[in-house]
């Protein structure tokens, strides 16, 4: 009888147990999903006690590579008297920074970008679980005022008055992308995240299994001086409906009605616009007409602007391409990283004895002939996993910035190399830079104020 009269209370508390550790699981599955606590922290915990190995900060480590020897600094100099300044982007005295330096190297100006100061309501910010270096830096421009707009990477956009106060912030998931436009205002890119089940029919196979596993959608964002969106176009939705979805599946990879294949339709880096004044030299295409990179595709396509369809699109050479331009003798150039994430290692490190072969290569769009410009000779070895960009000079050179050696470069039209910078942050690592700029003397239309520390 007792033990009768105990059933109903051991059945509560047998109850709330499997309550209870059914609530943990499904949480634990949530929590995996979108990065909520704990799993930023335990992930952090992890890498630094198996995979680190270090008591370095494992924040800061997410933005470091092994140092390939190439010296601290400036290491080549060939311009020492030049009034030229070099803005770069990336992981500067242990945190994301902006700095603009001489040909010496020497900072004239540098901007510390902490994204809880810049975004600083949880409630309302594009990352809200975030912590100052689990983001980093990517897309940036510098205006004559001196003023600094700049993405954190699927976290937000921001820009900054020359002492760093904040003049506006886009509060979407921004990222890889941000080029100032021809007619004003910025061109850039975004992301939208939705579960498969609300829109099935969007874009069929990758939303067809109806679940809720998510789909990651790139935009293009065309935004004016204030940072308010003017425009918002899906870049998955042009392919679609330029009848060019085959472009999207050919990957050998199975579609099932059971689970999505693969949640990023495409992985867009980098959006560049035909000038006007170079319009001329392309017969395919008008001024204003957009070129955009989608890495995991191998793809460039050129997008007619106004009416929002493909032009002309290619696949290969490249590998895993970044950062198209269109350049001033009718041809489009891009950074070809040139390898897969196979050259890491476990920690996402790069193998020293990984082939250096990213290069920048030339294609004509009417010919599709190509050329590589500057890579893969003695002297001109690279290797950027993921990243890097090139910035065609006026003089006929280029600036290339190697984002995994954290090295800036700047080559004549002979691909000689007459400046360089590495980005030395210890014995063993460089920081990565992401971007970089070169300004000639005269550019500025503005005096560099003292700001208040």
Avoid at 107 to 125: A, C, G
Avoid at 284 to 306: C, H, K, Q, T
């Amino acid at each position: 009888m007792k033990n009768f009269e105990e059933l109903p209370r051991r059945l509560f508390w047998l109850c709330l147990i499997v309550t209870v550790l059914f609530g943990a699981v499904l949480y634990g599955v949530q929590a995996q999903r979108k990065y909520w606590p704990p799993v930023p922290q335990l992930q952090a915990a992890y890498n630094v006690l198996f995979i680190d190995r270090t008591l370095t900060s494992s924040d800061e480590q997410k933005h470091l590579q092994p140092s390939r020897g190439q010296g601290e600094g400036v290491t080549v100099n060939t311009k020492p008297d030049s009034t030229d300044t070099i803005l770069m982007l990336g992981f500067f005295d242990h945190e994301n920074q902006a700095r603009l330096v001489d040909r010496n190297g020497d900072v004239i100006r540098k901007w510390s970008l902490n994204y809880m100061e810049h975004f600083p309501d949880e409630q309302t910010r594009p990352c809200p679980w975030m912590r100052p270096l689990l983001t980093d830096v990517h897309g940036v421009v510098l205006t004559a005022r001196g003023e600094l707009i700049f993405n954190y990477e699927y976290c937000g956009t921001v820009k900054l008055d020359q002492c760093g106060k904040t003049i506006w912030t886009i509060n979407e998931m921004t990222h890889h992308s941000l080029i100032e436009a021809e007619a004003g205002g910025y061109l850039l890119l975004s992301r939208d995240k939705w579960k498969a089940i609300e829109g099935k029919e969007r874009f069929p196979p990758f939303s067809t299994p109806a679940t809720k596993e998510f789909i990651s959608e790139d935009f293009i964002l065309r935004v004016n001086d204030q940072g308010e969106t003017l425009e918002r176009i899906s870049i998955p939705e042009i392919i679609f409906d330029s009848g060019l979805s085959a472009l999207l599946t050919a990957s050998n990879q199975e579609f099932k009605s059971s689970t999505v294949g693969r949640g990023e339709i495409v992985h867009a880096n980098k959006i560049a616009e035909l000038p006007t004044a170079l319009a001329e030299k392309f017969p395919l295409f008008n001024p204003g007409d957009w070129a955009i990179s989608m890495r995991g595709l191998n793809l460039i396509m050129v997008v007619d602007s106004e009416t929002k369809t493909v032009k002309w699109h290619q696949t290969g050479p490249w590998i895993r391409q970044h950062d198209p331009e269109f350049t001033p003798d009718g041809r489009i150039s891009v950074f070809n990283n040139n390898a897969y994430l196979t050259s890491y290692d476990a920690r996402e490190k790069t193998r020293l004895d990984a082939p250096r072969n990213t290069n920048i290569l030339m294609i004509d769009p009417v010919s599709r002939e190509t050329e590589i410009a500057f890579g893969g000779k003695p002297g001109q070895d690279m290797l950027s996993i993921v990243r890097g960009q090139h910035e065609l000079l006026s003089d006929g050179g280029m600036l290339i910035t190697e984002f995994d050696a954290g090295r800036v470069l700047e080559v004549n039209d002979r691909g000689d190399v007459v400046w360089e910078y590495v980005n030395r942050f210890d014995d063993d690592f460089v920081g990565e830079i992401t971007n970089s700029k070169l300004f000639t003397s005269g550019f500025f239309q503005t005096e560099w104020e003292e700001c208040a520390s």
